[in-house]
């Protein structure tokens, strides 16, 4: 490294003690907060929300539009640093902070290449990775092309889905102008539907000087498009596992990412994986690194964008991570048992489906780290 870019990443670097800013106000935020709180850091929440998870465990909320140009820079002025929970805010936003001359981690090339389902599998396959089959749509005639070329499906928003909202699953011979209207008739792609051996997730982390740390693959099951489990050790081979930490990794360099990111993939019943979609933020499917690893993912991101080094991403024990969607907050703490760690957000109501908090359960702990 030359001096000179020692020197600049120093400057870069947020002192213990320092303001870290985290735009969104939701659960990820909420355990960032509580991470950054524990390597001695304040933390300025942003959101629309008046009442966030977030917000209430963190020293300062600015409750404000995502366009209100001021607020922004106030709160950047406020900052260290800042990053972001969720990708479905505007790039706007983050380009008002950087303009008040507070850094934003990670950058904006990850939000852009994130927010839009086509732009994002294009670029995924530009940085040389698989995806499933798949066709842009902009109306019931295309729709009904590429449901005659790929065969069964799913119609998917380009923007703002998550969840498994805003996609829908097709075969052929359904009707193509009606799954289009009732997906809002927006632009969307259709993605041809993969046999799936299993699905994984990559979480990287990635620090300031491009230094990379992976978790361990966990390997996740979703329902109806909403994550419902993820665990490690994966039952995958380890060539397998390999290949996807390369996935990550690829993609956090090509990026030149900072912070966390996960990356979902599909594993084929060859062997083969195929990139789904990337978050450019902590995870729901390293959820299980808090407790079953030295260091979590949520203080992993917080040092990484702080421009602190990385620490170790080594897992004590096997793990297996289970969401509480809805109503199954109500029965958490009886569900839980000794080896598990309940993790509740805060949430004020509950909605069928909602990310209510989650349950890791531990197990065989390791002799030796
Ligand atoms: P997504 O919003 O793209 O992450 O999709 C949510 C979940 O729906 C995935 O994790 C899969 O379980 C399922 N899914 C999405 N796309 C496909 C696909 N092309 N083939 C099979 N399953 C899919």
New binding site residues.
């Given amino acids: 490294m030359s001096s000179e870019l020692r020197g600049s990443q120093a400057e870069q670097f947020v002192p213990p003690g320092g303001v870290i800013g985290i735009v969104g106000g939701g659960q990820l935020g909420r355990m960032l907060a509580l991470a950054a709180a524990r390597i001695g850091l304040d933390v300025h929440i942003y959101a629309p929300e008046k009442d966030c998870p977030a917000g209430r465990v963190a020293a300062k909320t600015w409750s404000a539009a995502y366009d209100d140009a001021n607020a922004l820079a106030n709160f950047a002025r406020a900052c260290d640093v800042v990053t972001f929970e969720f990708e479905n805010i505007p790039v706007s936003a983050l380009r008002q902070i950087e303009a008040a001359g507070t850094p934003v981690r990670p950058g904006e090339a990850a939000l852009e290449n994130s927010q839009d389902?086509l732009v994002e599998k294009r670029f995924l396959k530009s940085i040389g990775l698989n995806t499933?089959e798949f066709r842009q749509v902009d109306g019931p005639a295309h729709l009904e092309t590429a449901l005659s070329h790929l065969g069964e499906?799913?119609l998917?928003t380009r923007r703002a889905?998550?969840?498994?909202k805003g996609?829908i699953r097709l075969v052929p011979g359904d009707d193509a102008a009606e799954a289009w209207a009732r997906l809002g008739g927006v632009p969307a792609i259709f993605?041809?539907?993969?046999?799936?051996a299993r699905?994984l997730s990559s979480v990287v982390a990635r620090g300031l000087d491009g230094t990379l740390k992976t978790y361990d693959i966990p390997e996740?099951t979703?329902e109806t498009?909403v994550?419902r489990q993820s665990r490690v050790p994966a039952d995958a081979s380890p060539a397998v596992l390999s290949d996807a930490r390369d996935a990550g990794e690829r993609l956090a360099d090509a990026l030149d990412y900072v912070g966390v990111l996960a990356l979902?993939l599909?594993e084929t019943e060859d062997g083969a994986l195929l990139a789904?979609?990337f978050a450019p933020r902590v995870h729901n499917t390293g959820h299980w690194t808090e407790d079953a690893c030295i260091t979590g993912q949520f203080e992993q991101h917080t040092r990484a964008v702080c421009g602190w080094p990385l620490a170790s991403t080594h897992r004590l024990c096997d793990a297996v991570m289970e969401n509480l969607l809805g109503d199954e907050v109500s029965t958490s703490l009886e569900r839980a048992n000794k080896r598990s760690v309940t993790r509740l957000y805060g949430k004020r109501e509950i909605a069928p489906g909602r990310k209510m908090g989650h349950l890791t359960h531990l197990k065989h702990p390791r002799a030796s780290a």
């Fill in positions: 389902r499933a499906g799913f998917k889905g998550y969840d498994g996609q993605e041809q539907r993969v046999a799936f699905e996740n979703h498009g994550l979902e599909f789904n979609e």
